[in-house]
């Protein structure tokens, strides 16, 4: 298999390269090629400026009866990116740099320009010092006054600049002594300022705290009142404040009933009769009712007025020892015995 590039060409034992017919080309003969615009340039036409790296399709040809040391020199055609004037420029080998031929000027090209006259001027002083040594010891005479007054241009100018210079240390210690109390003072108030701000947030803090502590506090007795609330309103309690009720009745007949603990208003006495046993109550025999009469009236010889008082409440019965269920009942036996 063949190589995809290939270096070596094959040559027949029979080839003769004087057969291959040579082409005459023209010795300025144009090639198109890719450049940049080797330094800054403005259009003489529309005054377009073209900039250094700026890139072209130019033309390229060989500048005829022009060489530098047996190098040729090259031609370059560009047209302008507004108007497409054409530009030309061409190769200075001897500078190493191009030169602007037709159609721009160049920018910048002052520095050079000095620059080249320098060189020129230096070059005819070394061919004038080259075959007369009395110019040598001319120009070195010269040279030396135009240093010396230089120095002496200077020295007065340093005189000068002193005399006019009047500077006043005490008030420049003062400005800096100013300087340095205004920048203690701006610390101080920044100090201040920073404690300020510590303490008022401290304090919000422990307001804040206070706050919810009373907040708790609140909620904490709005709670116990509630539970005292609930505590009083239990079921029982109406049938405890009728007792209280009649109890104050009794008091003012007479009669005397014990005290209920706070444990037996809603479950009764112990070791008495149950709640629906003192539903049923039993009528009385007359006779029973004609003993309690004497009963009364040897009270009311004692004690008249606390006699009359009874005598009044003679026909309610006496509950002891009974619940709040056995009070109702004996209102229903007051109520039966009226009737009868």
């Known amino acids: ?161 002193q005399r006019q210079a009047q500077v006043d240390f005490e008030s420049m210690l003062q400005q800096y002594r100013e300087l340095e109390k205004r920048q203690k003072e701006k610390e101080q108030e920044e100090d201040e300022r920073e404690t300020k701000e510590m303490l008022e947030r401290a304090l919000v803090k422990r307001l804040r705290d206070s706050d919810s502590d009373s907040d708790s506090d609140q909620e904490q007795e709005n709670g116990k009142g509630q539970q005292k609330r609930h505590a009083a309103e239990n079921p029982t309690d109406i049938l405890t404040t009728h007792q209280e009720t009649d109890a104050k009745g009794a008091t003012s007949s007479g009669v005397k009933r014990q005290k209920v603990e706070s444990w037996e208003k809603s479950v009764g006495g112990l070791g008495g009769r149950s709640a629906l046993g003192s539903l049923v109550v039993r009528k009385k025999p007359a006779a029973t009712v004609t003993a309690q009469q004497p009963a009364a009236g040897t009270q009311t010889d004692a004690n008249p007025a606390k006699a009359a008082a009874t005598a009044s409440s003679s026909q309610t019965p006496t509950v002891r020892n009974g619940s709040s269920l056995s009070l109702l009942g004996a209102y229903s036996d007051s109520d039966e015995s009226n009737s009868d």
Do not use: W
Not at 127 to 144: A, F, G, I, Y
């Open 1 to 161: 298999m063949s190589e995809r590039k290939v270096l070596n060409k094959y040559y027949p034992p029979d080839f003769d390269p004087s057969k291959i017919p040579k082409l005459k080309l023209p010795k300025d003969r144009q090639y198109v090629v890719r450049l940049m615009a080797p330094f800054n340039m403005r259009c003489k036409t529309c005054g377009e400026y073209i900039y250094k790296g700026k890139k072209f399709n130019a033309r390229k040809e060989t500048v005829q009866n022009e060489l530098y040391l047996g190098l040729p020199i090259f031609r370059f055609y560009i047209k302008c990116t507004r108007c497409l004037a054409e530009i030309t420029f061409k190769t200075d080998p001897e500078n190493t740099d191009y030169a602007m031929e037709h159609g721009a000027t160049r920018n910048f090209q002052a520095e050079k320009l000095i620059e080249e006259e320098e060189k020129k001027i230096q070059r005819e002083r070394e061919e004038e010092e080259l075959n007369n040594p009395m110019k040598v010891l001319e120009n070195r005479t010269r040279d030396s006054k135009l240093e010396m007054e230089v120095l002496e241009n200077l020295q007065e100018l340093k005189e000068l600049n």
